[in-house]
């Protein structure tokens, strides 16, 4: 549905919405997963790889190769694509890019302060971190003892300052408050950038809505499933999911008095986008549920394509090519262990 973005889009846009479509087709296509899953050994993979777009990334790696080594490779290819279109955006495209990266700073923030607490050693973790949610003062954050610190000491200055507003306690950092921080963030980020981008309004603000709302209505779910059997209460758990989606508020309350996972899928079916989802999975059954949801999300994400004069193709190809990461890593995992029976368990064909 388009105002008259038609009009004044191309002026700053055109260009990098042609460099995105570009990257695009360059995404692996379902060929290339059958003959990735037919590899016998990592360098056999490299070798598939050296025709794509990673090729370059991959060509001067030495064997043996080693799956964390590919998934490195391949996410610089997303680092690099990622700061090319930032450095040539315009506002507001240049700030509807940057919170494309919050949610890697937010996930990088718990990787570094969960590995402090079971006494990791920094460097280690900083290596763990993703490149696109580095900030410059990241490597303090092992100092801080309690929420108050983290935010005083090192998160003041960065832009997940304002998601930290709900979240300050003087309570001690341990395993639960980590988790409650981390959905609390999240929550705050969805919210913030689902406001972003009705401000936007047209095409952008239609597509987003619809993308951040399945994002957090799955989120809701894995809170819900992942709290059954802890000490939350409904009350917490309640406030731990965002304010808008499909979901909002009426599944929410039912799904913060759910205690098992059929109860959950109960509520779930209630909502006839959620029903293929839940139909795919046995009763009692979770495992296959990310995969589930992982399927349903690329299937949005692609047709975010099929419309022009918008920033949501930003956004898509950004999660289609992490979608793909995932993808190689599963399947260069189950070659490095010999589990090629598993190679089709988890990989989510995009085209």
């Not at 988790?179 to 913030?192: F, G, H, P, S, V």
């Not at 995992?333 to 090629?340: L, R, S, W, Y």
Request: glycine fraction near 4%; aromatic fraction near 12%; charged fraction near 25%.
């Amino acid at each position: 549905m388009y105002g008259f973005e038609a009009l004044t889009f191309n002026i700053h846009g055109g260009f990098l919405e042609a460099i995105v479509r570009g990257h695009r087709a360059g995404l692996l296509t379902t060929a290339d997963y059958n003959n990735l899953c037919q590899c016998e050994t990592l360098d056999d993979i490299k070798m598939h790889l050296s025709a794509t777009e990673y090729g370059p990334y991959l060509q001067n790696e030495p064997s043996p190769l080693h799956t964390t080594t590919i998934v490195e490779k391949c996410t610089l290819k997303l680092v690099d694509d990622y700061k090319n279109m930032l450095c040539q955006a315009t506002e507001p495209l240049s700030t509807f890019l940057e919170y494309i990266t919050y949610g890697h700073m937010i996930d990088n923030v718990v990787l570094i302060v969960t590995g402090t607490l079971h006494e990791r050693d920094v460097q280690e973790l900083l290596e763990k971190c993703h490149p696109l949610g580095m900030f410059d003062s990241i490597a303090t954050l092992a100092v801080a003892q309690n929420m108050r610190e983290l935010y005083r000491l090192v998160l003041v200055d960065t832009p997940l300052a304002p998601y930290f507003s709900e979240c300050i306690t003087s309570e001690d950092l341990d395993d639960m408050n980590i988790e409650i921080m981390r959905n609390t963030l999240y929550k705050a980020y969805l919210e913030d950038f689902y406001r972003f981008c009705q401000k936007l309004g047209g095409a952008t603000a239609e597509i987003m809505s619809d993308l951040l709302a399945f994002e957090a209505d799955r989120r809701a779910v894995n809170i819900t499933i992942n709290s059954i059997g802890t000490e939350l209460t409904r009350d917490d758990r309640r406030k731990l999911y965002s304010n808008f989606g499909l979901l909002y508020p009426y599944g929410h309350e039912e799904l913060a008095i759910c205690e098992d996972i059929d109860q959950v899928r109960a509520v779930m079916e209630k909502y006839p986008p959620y029903q293929s989802i839940f139909a795919k999975l046995s009763y009692g059954e979770s495992q296959m549920l990310d995969k589930a949801f992982y399927e349903e999300e690329v299937k949005r994400l692609c047709l975010a394509f099929e419309q022009q004069f918008h920033y949501a193709v930003f956004f898509a190809y950004m999660r289609l090519r992490e979608q793909e990461i995932r993808n190689l890593m599963w399947i260069s995992e189950c070659v490095a262990q010999n589990q090629k029976s598993r190679v089709h368990d988890s990989v989510v064909f995009i085209f």
